[in-house]
């Protein structure tokens, strides 16, 4: 879930999954990997790292993609669309990792 932060918003925890070759989703990463810091205010999310690039996906309780972009190398923000409202889950993705957390949009 999110905790409050200091004026940056929330922060949503996010939990790595490794994907093996071949796309199959593994276990839970234990090795150094790890997620970006994220934090989320009046519907942009804020990515605190370095990064090559990710998917950003939302994924309401139904299982359905309600939201997904492409944040570029370098991007540090994504504004999420004012219409959303509710509890997601938020996917940040490269090729070999998956960044999962809860989202809450008001």
């Known amino acids: ?30 090795g150094t990997v790890q997620p970006p810091y994220v934090t989320y205010l009046d519907h942009t999310l804020y990515i605190w790292s370095q990064h090559s ?14 939201y997904q972009t492409y944040l570029f190398a370098g991007v540090q923000y994504a504004v999420l669309p004012a ?12 090729d070999t990792y998956l960044y999962t957390g809860v989202i809450d949009l008001e």
């Open 1 to 30: 879930m999110a905790q409050q932060n200091n004026g940056q918003g929330e922060q949503i925890d996010l939990q790595v999954n490794i994907i093996n070759p071949g796309g199959v989703l593994g276990g839970g990463h234990k």
């Open 53 to 66: 690039g990710f998917t950003l996906t939302l994924i309401d309780d139904s299982d359905n993609v309600v």
């Open 83 to 94: 219409t959303l409202s509710g509890t997601f889950t938020l996917v940040l993705s490269d």
